[in-house]
């Protein structure tokens, strides 16, 4: 059959697509192997048309093989990349040969079931709604591939081919399958999603990380480039206590950079730190000594990565699903236990004494925080006391502020060089960058200017989704600023960066309809991805209660119902009253369903008798009925020809029902 | 529709019920392809992964992968159940001769998609066949050689029906036992009659003195709209510019009579197979050659005829007889006339008659 005609073919490519597909979507894989799977795909498709050199591929695929283990060896060792990162590249120059060469059945299959471990894999490095899409679209192509693969190996076992009608009913029949699958396997799917045991046993593979580019605890000024703006959503953030959404500021803090070596700022790891354990209903009490509650937020973290509680100001209480909190000294909290799904935590927290005094009871000495690395800032000295003027420490703060967020120009474009001291090559050479140089020059110049600083990293603002009532936050919202020291104020907050996230006109056209999208995303993430164990009991809670009230309202009717005899009064307690005709129900249900039981398999020998002969017996039935009784000594046509003269108007019924029965009985019938 | 039809729609609703539960209750063998096989450990696999990472996109494939299964154990369950055959026979059977059995596929609601039949017979042999497609509330014919290994009744023991479809994850069966059977005849084969005794047995045999059906001519005459073609005498007929027909004299020959006046007694299976066919093989030629025959053995007295059912008649006989019975042992063979006796123990033992 030629390849445009054969739709085993036709749905390997298309599983194949959907494998790549999901693959684009994780954002894990680099382009070139991306490019390198699509152009292959369409590649495929053309070559097809004029399969001249496709027998020359099959003979080069050992070779391959040895060269693309060596592919997945290097990538896996050499370059660090995950087991799933390395597979995917594996699998999709594989599939490229599969693409390209011949393609006969086997190859077809493996098409397909690359393309399956493609999906598999990507749904293992994302959680991204686009799953959901491939999902679906999978289980009627993988069907159909299925079918037309059984359908062309019994051709090849029983040397056949499919004649002309023979293939369109196929056709009809793998439309059929691959559809009507489709509501079965969902339903199957939610049955077994909703009902499979969420136990988590968190075994460690080694290799099989899960390790996902985003959100980093440090920023690094030693890069060249263009930093990318990535839309993956991180978090979803919502208030639920009205009135709590307008006192947030916009700032959700990560974590805390204390060190600076001249090129990177990271936290300060031998700083103190303590490990918290959950209270009751998995309470943490983080900081119990401040005072009342400002905001209470709701924090869904898709993206967990970076072990990381986002917070927007001084956390109180913490309640989270996770078996320990570790606070560090500036208040950061972070997790060491893995965790890869996504964290859905609750924070309560106050803004007010984040403002005046954001410090813990083990906070490290303010006086630490100026250290400056062993290269020289001179020229930045003499701008940071330009820029900061006379003053107190906060008004020199503020200056300085200023100063950066009014004579320099935010981008993100990196330069294509690493220069040795990259502060001083922001402030005097290339005076634009991306947050992370801006709030770098602004620490340093406060350092300089003998104000304690450090660096927080985090996210800032997010997009309002109207439809879930949440803030979405992606990875182009992670932000980098400032915190001050000022004697009596505590830790103020500096953010130098002029950022304006702007939405370009397409973006403006299309924000309804993303909205929506996001929003979809979002309930995915809700019910889907962070269905877990304690969702499953509630779950199975909610079905017990449903069921009861159920039970009651049948109760309640059959009670009503019941004929009382009067002025008697109950002998029994009520509710053992009211479970009684379901017992007795039940009861004679599972007699019904024995008895049934019994009835088929004595019956058994009528199942496998004829339609014609059973619908002669029922025809003889009815007609016994209206009086006319088939005699033992008459035969069958005999009857009918009584019959026709006795009842003509039944003449057609009766001949049409004779005739079946003796084409069936009779006209067929063996030697013996 | 009329009342009958009324009532009879209505009956086929009553049985649902039972028919759900007999569906639901009946037993299905099945047996895992490798394809299969693999997709179960798969399968295992992924819910091992889905069980340990928490990873709910793994158990949302995990359900797929056991959704297809539960699918295809629908789907072909569906294509096999109702599945119905009817087997015949399309010509006589012979014994050590391979006979050609029709077979009627019939399907209920859905159809039977790639099909495999395998008829199981009483001589251990298997038949097997592989259908594309029954099509719904429809029938299909087929037909396979089977070679009997022996007289007597050939019964189908078992009949069994499996399927790939749709997926090719597992190979399910329907079985059913069955009772049919289908008498075959004892090796026949045709024997050489040109021998000298049989010869002169005709040479002795005297015309009627008037048309028939012989061997020896009688006379010729024009051709007549009806006569049969192989008779034309085409030399004469070109010689006189006219079509001519040979007509044949009627013979007075009464036939051939094969006797056994007594079963030999102390022949082993074999021989008595041998013997069995040897009669059957001459008693086949000799009709085949448009002789009467006639059979007189203890257990059964045929006179002689040429006819088909006479030869189906004499056959069948022979493809039951029981050599050891009461009636065979104790009975003799009782000479009627008219037709000669031909002693075939006698030409048995002599193996006067090659194939």
């Given at each position: 059959m030629p390849p445009k005609q054969r739709p085993l073919l036709w749905s390997a490519r298309f599983v194949a697509t959907l494998g790549i597909l999901s693959l684009s979507f994780?954002?894990?894989?680099?382009h070139g192997y991306l490019l390198f799977g699509w152009a292959t795909l369409f590649l495929g498709v053309l070559s097809d048309l004029r399969?001249?050199?496709?027998?020359?591929?099959r003979t080069f695929e050992t070779q391959a093989v040895i060269l693309l283990v060596g592919n997945f060896l290097f990538d896996f060792f050499?370059?660090?990349?995950t087991v799933f990162v390395a597979v995917a590249h594996f699998l999709m120059v594989f599939q490229a040969f599969k693409f390209l060469g011949l393609k006969e059945r086997k190859d077809c299959l493996q098409m397909v079931l690359f393309g399956f471990f493609q999906i598999l894999g990507a749904c293992t490095l994302s959680v991204d709604v686009w799953h959901a899409m491939v999902l679906l679209l999978l289980i009627p192509s993988a069907g159909a591939a299925l079918f037309w693969n059984e359908s062309e190996r019994q051709n090849e076992a029983h040397q056949t081919s499919l004649s002309v009608d023979s293939q369109k009913r196929y056709r009809r029949m793998a439309l059929g399958v691959a559809w009507g699958a489709l509501p079965v396997v969902l339903g199957l799917t939610a049955g077994v999603f909703l009902a499979?045991?969420?136990?988590?046993?968190?075994a460690t593979v080694p290799g099989f990380g899960n390790s996902r580019i985003g959100y980093t605890d440090q920023v690094n000024l030693s890069q060249t480039g263009r930093l990318r703006d990535q839309g993956n959503p991180v978090l979803w953030l919502s208030f639920?206590?009205?009135?709590h959404r307008e006192r947030w500021d916009g700032y959700l803090r990560g974590t805390t950079l204390d060190i600076f070596d001249g090129r990177q700022w990271t936290p300060d790891r031998q700083g103190k730190t303590r490990t918290l354990l959950p209270g009751p209903?998995?309470?943490?009490?983080?900081?119990?000594?401040?005072?009342?509650?400002d905001m209470r937020q709701s924090i869904t973290l898709v993206?967990?990565?970076?072990a990381t509680l986002f917070v927007s100001g001084l956390p109180r209480e913490v309640i989270a699903p996770l078996p320990s909190l570790v606070k560090s000294a500036s208040a950061g909290l972070t997790w060491t236990?893995?965790?890869r799904r996504p964290l859905r935590y609750e924070v309560f927290s106050s803004v007010a004494d984040f403002r005046q005094a954001p410090t813990?009871?083990?906070?490290?000495?303010?006086?630490?925080?100026l250290r400056l690395p062993a290269v020289s800032y001179e020229k930045t000295a003499a701008l940071a006391r330009r820029a900061a003027g006379r003053g107190d420490a906060l008004t020199r703060a503020r200056a300085l502020e200023r100063f950066l967020q009014t004579e320099y120009r935010y981008s993100l474009d990196l330069g294509d060089t690493i220069a040795d001291n990259p502060v001083e090559d922001f402030l005097f050479n290339r005076k634009s960058g991306p947050c992370g140089h801006f709030s770098s020059a602004l620490a340093v110049m406060l350092r300089l200017q003998r104000i304690p600083s450090r660096l927080v990293a985090g996210y800032l603002r997010g997009e309002w989704n109207g439809p879930a009532g949440h803030y979405l936050i992606r990875e182009k919202h992670a932000h980098a600023w400032v915190e001050a020291y000022i004697e009596g104020r505590g830790w103020i907050r500096l953010d130098a960066s002029p950022r304006l996230l702007t939405a370009t006109p397409m973006e403006r056209q299309w924000q309804s309809v993303k909205q929506y999208w996001d929003y979809l995303g979002f309930k995915w993430n809700r019910?889907?991805?962070?269905?877990?164990l304690y969702a499953q009991l509630r779950a199975f809670e909610r079905l017990r209660s449903s069921s009861n009230r159920v039970n009651d309202g049948l109760s309640a009717w059959w009670n009503k119902s019941r004929p009382r005899s009067r002025?008697?009064?109950?002998?029994?307690d009520e509710s053992s009253l009211d479970t009684q005709p379901f017992i007795f129900q039940g009861i004679l249900l599972a007699l019904a369903g024995f008895a049934s039981f019994l009835l088929i398999r004595r019956r058994s020998g009528h199942w496998q008798e004829p339609p014609e002969v059973r619908d002669y017996r029922r025809f003889l039935h009815v007609m016994e009925k209206s009086g006319a009784v088939k005699q033992p000594s008459e035969t069958g046509w005999e009857f009918a020809q009584r019959l026709e003269r006795e009842q003509p108007a039944n003449k057609k019924v009766v001949w049409d029902a004779t005739r079946r029965y003796y084409d069936s009985r009779f006209t067929h019938s063996s030697a013996r | 529709m009329d009342r009958t039809r009324f009532i009879a729609w209505a009956r086929s609703l009553s049985t649902a019920p039972w028919r759900t539960l007999h569906w639901l209750l009946a037993t299905r063998p099945i047996r895992f392809t490798r394809f299969g096989t693999l997709y179960i450990l798969f399968t295992v696999g992924v819910g091992a992964g889905a069980i340990n990472t928490g990873n709910n996109l793994l158990y949302l494939i995990l359900g797929i992968l056991l959704g297809f299964i539960v699918v295809s154990g629908f789907l072909s369950d569906s294509g096999l159940w109702g599945v119905r055959s009817s087997w015949r026979p399309l010509e006589s059977c012979y014994a050590g001769r391979p006979a050609l059995f029709g077979c009627r596929l019939q399907k209920g609601w859905f159809p039977a998609v790639g099909v495999s039949v395998k008829a199981h017979w009483s001589d251990q042999q298997e038949s097997h066949e592989f259908i594309h497609w029954v099509p719904a509330r429809g029938q299909i014919d087929f037909s396979v050689l089977v070679t009997p290994q022996r007289r007597g009744w050939m019964r189908m023991v078992k009949e069994s029906f499996s399927t790939r479809f749709p997926f090719g994850l597992f190979e399910k069966f329907h079985a059913a036992e069955r009772t049919d059977q289908w008498l075959v005849y004892p090796a026949v084969l045709r024997l050489n009659l040109q021998s000298s005794e049989l010869e002169t047995r005709r040479s002795d045999s005297k015309p009627a003195q008037r048309i028939g059906l012989g061997a020896v001519p009688y006379h010729v005459r024009d051709f007549r709209e009806?006569?049969?073609?192989?008779?034309?005498h085409w030399k004469l007929s070109a010689k006189r510019q006219a079509l001519l027909i040979n007509e044949m004299e009627e013979e007075a020959d009464q036939g051939d009579r094969l006797v056994v006046s007594q079963w030999p007694k102390g022949l082993t299976p074999e021989e008595i197979e041998r013997l069995i066919s040897f009669m059957a093989s001459f008693a086949y030629s000799l009709i085949d050659e448009g002789r009467p025959v006639g059979l007189a053995t203890p257990g059964i007295t045929l006179p002689p005829e040429h006819s088909r059912s006479h030869l189906d008649r004499l056959l069948r006989y022979l493809a039951l007889v029981?050599?050891?019975?009461e009636v065979e042992q104790k009975g003799s063979a009782r000479s009627l006339s008219p037709g000669r006796d031909i002693d075939v123990l006698k030409l048995w033992r002599r193996g006067t008659y090659a194939a």
């Open positions: 994780t954002g894990e894989l680099s399969p001249l050199h496709q027998e020359k591929l050499y370059r660090g990349e499979f045991p969420r136990l988590t046993l968190n639920p206590v009205p009135g209903n998995n309470l943490y009490l983080v900081n119990p000594a401040i005072g009342p509650v993206n967990t990565s970076a236990a893995p965790w813990t009871e083990f906070a490290r000495d303010p006086q630490q925080n019910l889907v991805i962070q269905y877990d002025g008697a009064e109950p002998l029994q | 009806g006569d049969p073609a192989n008779r034309i029981d050599l050891g019975s």
